[in-house]
């Protein structure tokens, strides 16, 4: 067969037809979800008025689960632990047109780790809604509950209502949160600023996921030059969803009142020798060991520049706080140690 001219075109057709492809799977597969877990939904809601009206037992739910598996061999959902699960997502969720709109868009693995993690009808519905938004894993979504993320967010002590227009200040006070959990990290008791510094850049991948969606990291110890003297700042970020820098000033004390003055200073010269005039104004961040509200409050009551003042806690990984030594612990070890030194001179 004689070889065909390509039109110069067909290319381009090609890619849009893989696109439009990928997306009908996507679609489809979301539709698939979207309808499984509306079953699931519906077999729960079905054991839940049985339950209260005609008082089926715990006996009937493992019949079911038997028939259930012998009529659809193929299908993984039906044993009884998962029929329990149905059960409580029917109760958890009462109103079919959130199943089908919120979490219906989300696997039902995601569902699972709802029930099990999260509390309350509010608190379940922001993380299932922030899952979608953000496309999050299940061990995303697990790690987000597990550090109190929905009672984090939007927790600092800013000035942005007085120095950003809204929705601006609204969209960046929900970004901000108070505490920032750094427990990916391991730090000495006395760790320095650059110490925090270098074990965050180190762990950045931990540490864009803590700071959350949207930002993007521009350098660290960023070089300023102001009157012909050199400035660096701790972090510098861009905010994709802000359209905006975001400079970070790490602490390891406590929130003093002039740290919000240094960090005007450097907002101010973000804004004039970086920000684009398409870019909002820039906003900073002081990241502190910890601070008090009232100090803090009066600190940026007057400053003209949109500053937050957040915390950070760092605190040993629960599965390593059982197998690390503690301080008693190692003070009884060497001690030991020397008295078996000293008996063998």
């Known amino acids: 067969m004689p070889n065909q001219i390509v039109p110069a075109d067909y290319e381009q057709l090609l ?4 696109n439009r492809i990928r997306s009908a799977q996507i679609k489809a597969a979301l539709a698939v979800n ?3 877990v509306l079953l699931y939904w519906q077999i729960g809601r079905e054991i839940l008025q049985r339950q209260g009206q005609e008082g089926w037992g715990s006996k009937v739910i493992d019949r079911l689960a038997k028939d259930l598996k012998q009529e659809f061999p ?6 009884r632990t998962n029929l329990l699960y149905m059960r409580a997502f029917a109760e958890a969720w009462v109103d079919e047109q959130i199943v089908q709109q919120v979490v219906g868009q989300i696997p039902w693995g995601h569902n699972l780790r709802l029930l099990d993690k999260a509390t309350g009808y509010k608190e379940r519905l922001w993380y299932a809604q922030q899952a979608i938004a953000n496309g999050w894993s299940r061990a995303v979504l697990e790690h987000q509950i597990e550090t109190k993320l929905y009672q984090r967010q939007g ?5 942005f209502d007085l120095t950003l227009p809204q929705p601006q200040s609204d969209l960046a006070q929900q970004l901000i949160k108070d505490p920032y959990t750094f427990d990916f990290l391991t730090l000495a008791q006395n760790a320095q600023e650059r110490d925090l510094e270098k074990a965050l850049l180190e ?7 803590e ?14 030059e102001v009157g012909g003297d050199d400035f660096y700042i701790d972090l510098l970020f861009y905010h994709l969803k802000l359209r905006c820098y975001i400079v970070i000033d ?41 601070r008090n509200q009232t100090v803090a409050e009066y600190a940026l009551r007057d400053v003209n520049k949109p500053i937050a003042v957040s915390q950070y806690k760092h605190e040993l990984p629960a599965s390593l706080q059982n197998v690390l030594p503690s301080i008693e612990q190692l003070e009884a070890e060497l001690a030991t140690i020397e008295m078996i030194e000293s008996d063998r001179l």
């Not at 193929?74 to 044993?79: A, I, P, Q, R, T």
């Not at 919000?260 to 450097?266: D, N, V």
């Open 15 to 18: 890619r849009e037809l893989k």
């Open 34 to 36: 979207r309808e499984l």
């Open 74 to 79: 193929e299908m993984k959902g039906f044993s």
């Open 155 to 159: 927790k600092a002590i800013t000035n």
């Open 203 to 209: 762990r950045i991948r931990s540490f864009l996921l």
């Open 211 to 224: 700071l959350g969606t949207g930002f993007a990291f521009v350098g660290s110890q960023y070089h300023l």
């Open 250 to 290: 790490l602490k390891t004390t406590n929130f003093k009142p002039e740290y919000s003055g240094k960090m005007s200073f450097y907002v101010s010269v973000v804004d004039d020798l970086l920000r684009h005039p398409d870019d909002k104004p820039t906003i900073g961040i002081i990241l502190c060991k910890s």
